[in-house]
């Protein structure tokens, strides 16, 4: 009877049903920022405007393509979990804590938009990183640790960038 009881209170992962489902609220959170996150760059893509036009044209594109790509593997982490990701605007507005970049066309506003909007990412990140961490969900933890290095990275290029002098 133990195994049953066990069973029931796991999922097919092994890993406690409830904290599964919590670490998917908080991955729908992760995912409704990366919306938003990514529709700014899109905007951010398309109306840049200046000498740096072509470097960073590119740059953004680059940008938003791996955060399409993380919007996939978040949506599927939280399948996997056992949870359905949000999939409306409406839901991703709700859940969206980043300033939203309207009609951004200047340069070292684009990439401050980029910088603040990924320190508050990681902030989430984090987040989900210590729960999974505390029911050992290494799939999630793994997923998080990875999307965390890049976006350090991602930050210190950015700050490179953006105090460079003229």
Request: proline share 1%.
């Amino acid at each position: 009877m133990k195994n049953n009881k066990n069973a029931a209170e796991t999922n097919i992962l092994g890993l406690p049903v409830k904290d599964s489902a919590l670490i998917a609220d908080q991955l729908n959170k992760l995912l409704s920022n990366f919306q938003v996150y990514y529709q700014n760059l899109r905007g951010i893509h398309w109306n840049i405007r200046g000498k740096r036009f072509f470097d960073l044209h590119v740059k953004f594109e680059e940008l938003y393509n791996d955060a399409q790509l993380k919007i996939d593997m978040i949506a599927e982490r939280i399948l996997t979990l056992g949870s359905t990701p949000l999939h409306t605007y409406e839901d991703y507005l709700k859940h969206n804590e980043l300033k939203i970049g309207k009609n951004v066309s200047v340069d070292e506003e684009a990439v401050q938009l980029i910088m603040t909007s990924l320190s508050d990412i990681l902030k989430i990140e984090r987040v989900i990183l210590e729960g999974a961490d505390k029911i050992n969900d290494e799939g999630t933890n793994a997923m998080m640790s990875d999307f965390i290095t890049e976006q350090e990275k991602t930050m210190w290029m950015m700050k490179a960038w953006s105090e460079e002098s003229i």
